[in-house]
């Protein structure tokens, strides 16, 4: 059986090793290539054109209302 102090002293470890994991894991982002996108210059938007000039986007203004609906 674990004593109150035992436990605190588990809980802090166990949330300061998850608190650093986290750290690790979201920093060696930066680092480590993403394995589902090979390429970076390759996006969704650009059809499959490796590195081709992107057309410009076409915006469509919607008439401004109070109510959305």
Do not use: H
């Not at 059986?1 to 690790?24: D, E, I, K, N």
């Not at 894991?25 to 938007?45: G, M």
């Not at 590195?51 to 919607?62: D, H, L, S």
């Amino acid at each position: 059986r674990l004593t109150y102090q035992q436990r605190r002293t588990f809980v802090s470890t166990l949330f300061g090793l998850t608190f650093f994991a986290s750290v690790l894991t979201v920093s060696a982002s930066n680092v480590l290539p993403c394995p589902v996108r090979p390429d970076r210059s390759r996006y969704a938007d650009t059809e499959g054109k490796a590195g081709g000039k992107r057309p410009a986007p076409v915006v469509e203004k919607m008439p401004r209302r109070w109510i959305q609906e």
